[in-house]
T-cell receptor, first 113, second 111 residues
Framework: GENVEQHPSTLSVQEGDSAVIKCTYSDSASNYFPWYKQELGKRPQLIIDIRSNVGEKKDQRIAVTLNKTAKHFSLHITETQPEDSAVYFCAASLSGGYNKLIFGAGTRLAVHP | SQTIHQWPATLVQPVGSPLSLECTVEGTSNPNLYWYRQAAGRGLQLLFYSVGIGQISSEVPQNLSASRPQDRQFILSSKKLLLSDSGFYLC??????????FGPGTRLLVL
């Protein structure tokens, strides 16, 4: 079946450093790629998304890049802050309708003061 | 604006007991609805989705079932819970676009 691989599974950075999380998807028909942030015990919250007709998108300290040829997309967080500590999930849309998403396994990001 | 509710927030149930979790969406009509399970420290597994009243699709064979008795209501059920049913159950919705928005979740512990 289709899948999304996400790396690394854990990431530890110092406050102010950058963090990069990478995902690879298998469904060549995927055309929508959201990123969610989940704080401990809370629901996943959408932080940024990108569609296949765009190569890069930025929102303040967060950016996402997409390489459709290689089926890779990445989340970049600059000037990390302790409140960025959370689990981040990437996802890719599935072909076949119904707006289904397939999620990566998650990356636990720890930002140390 | 749209909001999504889930209840109960937490639930502790004995093995073999029944289960009913409810999800409702406000502020929209005919949404797509989804049930996910998240085991401790793990990712999101899609269990069921629904595109309309009475229309349920199952993603994985399991001990659970889903129903959609009303347009904005989605219910997750089990007749007999297993230990492996423990987890964080999330309901999500979308409409007209792929972006899914999650409810606050129900934390289920089966003992």
């Amino acid at each position: 079946g289709e899948n999304v691989e996400q790396h690394p599974s854990t990431l530890s950075v110092q406050e102010g450093d950058s963090a990069v999380i990478k995902c690879t998807y298998s469904d060549s028909a995927s055309n929508y790629f959201p990123w969610y942030k989940q704080e401990l015990g809370k629901r996943p919250q959408l932080i940024i998304d990108i569609r296949s007709n765009v190569g890069e998108k930025k929102d303040q300290r967060i950016a996402v890049t997409l390489n459709k040829t290689a089926k890779h997309f990445s989340l970049h967080i600059t000037e990390t802050q302790p409140e960025d500590s959370a689990v981040y999930f990437c996802a890719a849309s599935l072909s076949g309708g119904y707006n289904k998403l397939i999620f990566g396994a998650g990356t636990r990001l720890a930002v140390h003061p | 604006s749209q909001t999504i509710h889930q209840w109960p927030a937490t639930l502790v149930q004995p093995v073999g007991s029944p289960l009913s979790l409810e999800c409702t969406v406000e502020g929209t009509s005919n949404p797509n609805l989804y049930w996910y399970r998240q085991a401790a420290g793990r990712g999101l597994q899609l269990l069921f989705y629904s595109v309309g009243i009475g229309q349920i699709s199952s993603e994985v064979p399991q001990n659970l079932s889903a129903s959609r008795p009303q347009d904005r209501q989605f219910i997750l059920s089990s007749k007999k819970l297993l230990l492996s049913d423990s987890g964080f159950y999330l309901c999500a919705w979308n409409k007209g676009a792929e972006t899914q928005y999650f409810g606050p979740g129900t934390r289920l512990l089966v003992l």
